[in-house]
Each structure stands twice: as C-alpha cells, then as structure tokens.
C-alpha cells in the first residue's frame, strides 16, 4: 500500500546549522508530498508541498524537492533557528479510487530540537 | 490564508460522559473534512472521512457509533465521542479541503481530550 517513511528523531542541532530530515514514498499513483509541521499542543500547519516530479517546494527557509527516481522528498534548511523546533510530517496525498476523496498518508514524524 | 478553528482546545471529563468537537472552516468553504486521532509521539491516524450533507466514511477499525461525525454544512463538522471511557484519550485533529484537484488540507489546533 502506500506508505511514507521519514526518519527517525529527534534530531538535535545547534542554531544556524544545516538540517536535513529525510523521507521516502512508496505510492501507486502519482501523488502530491507535502511537509507539515507541528508546534507543541498544535495542529499541523502546512509548511510546503510539491505537486509534481522535479517541483521544488519552499517557505520559510525550507525546501523540498519531489525526486520521482529516488522518491524521496527530503526536507532541508540552511540555517536552523530555536523556533524551528518542532515535529515535522511528510505525507503524501493520494485520490481514493473507490470514493474520489484526497486523502492523506502521514510519516510517524521527525521532531527537531534545535539549541541556541 | 484558510484558518480552521477547532474547539474545545481542552476537554477532562468523566467516564461515560459523551464529549462534542468542532471543527469550522472560518474564511472558506470546505467541501471534505477530515478527523484524525494522535496518540502521543505518533503519527496522525485517520479516522473518517465526510463530504458536506453526505454520511461519513470511517477508515476500518474506527466505531461509526462511538465517534458520530456530522457535517451539516460547508463550513461546520463535529465529531461526538459517545459514552467514552479513558482509552479513547487522545489528541483529536480535524482538518477542512476546498473542492478541487490537489487542494491542500487545513487543519485545526487538535483537541486534547482526557477521560477520567
């Protein structure tokens, strides 16, 4: 079926470091991949998404690109700040054949603690 | 941006006490809304599924009468957890869709529940 896969945390760096947090797709169809991320006692926020192969998602610093010979769609930032920790998802959306809705699968979530 | 607003924040009850989530799409309207369970340090589980006006579609495993969801309109959805007991606490997440192809879901700020 179709999964995500991201890795596992937390991972910890210290302020202005480069992140990567990686994940993988297994899908299909072609989906859409998103990157969400989760304040604590939050709901998720929409960080940034990519809807096709080779697109390149970004905000905030972030950025994301949809690799569909790897399938992948690796997080990274160039210089992580204290208010960016927080619990990142990579999900992909997927059209349901037997009912058309979009749903999303979620990775188990990467949590990033970043020190000043 | 679509702001989807969630209430309670925070409900403690008693065993046995039927519990009510809301969950509204503030600045659009949201054709699909969503309803996931998060346990702690896990990823969002799906729930269900409901179109406005139309009968929710529960993912496999999940009670259809012990988590009642109506979507009476295109900018309101709850889900009643009926008679619940402590092992039904949990951070409950909704989120709303536009209609439309590859339209991103908004999500709430999650209701933590605690049944005594």
């Known amino acids: 079926g179709d999964s995500v896969t991201q890795m596992e945390g937390p991972v910890t760096l210290s302020e202005e470091a480069f992140l990567t947090i990686n994940c993988t797709y297994t899908a299909t169809g072609y989906p859409s991949l998103f990157w969400y991320v989760q304040y604590p006692g939050e709901g998720l926020q929409l960080l940034l998404k990519?809807?096709?192969?080779?697109d390149k998602g970004s905000n905030k610093g972030f950025e994301a690109t949809y690799r569909k010979e790897t399938t992948s769609f690796h997080l990274e930032k160039g210089s992580v700040q204290v208010s960016d920790s927080a619990v990142y998802f990579c999900?992909?959306?997927?059209?349901?054949?037997?009912?058309?809705?979009?749903?999303?699968?979620f990775g188990t979530g990467t949590r990033l603690l970043v020190s000043p | 941006g679509a702001v989807v607003s969630q209430h309670p924040s925070r409900v403690i009850c008693k065993s046995g006490t039927s519990v009510k989530i809301e969950c509204r799409s503030l600045d659009f309207q949201a054709t699909t809304m969503f309803w996931y369970r998060q346990f702690p340090k896990q990823s969002l589980m799906l729930m269900a599924t409901s179109n406005e006006g139309s009968k929710a579609t529960y993912e496999q495993g999940v009670e259809k009468d012990k988590f009642l969801i109506n979507h009476a309109s295109l900018t309101l959805s709850t889900l009643t957890v009926t008679s619940a007991h402590p092992e039904d606490s949990s951070f409950y997440i909704c989120s709303a869709q536009r209609w439309g192809s590859n339209q991103p879901q908004h999500f709430g700020d999650g209701t933590r529940l605690s049944i005594l």
């Open positions: 999900a992909l959306s997927l059209i349901e054949a037997n009912t058309g809705f979009q749903k999303l699968v």
């Open positions: 990519a809807t096709k192969a080779d």
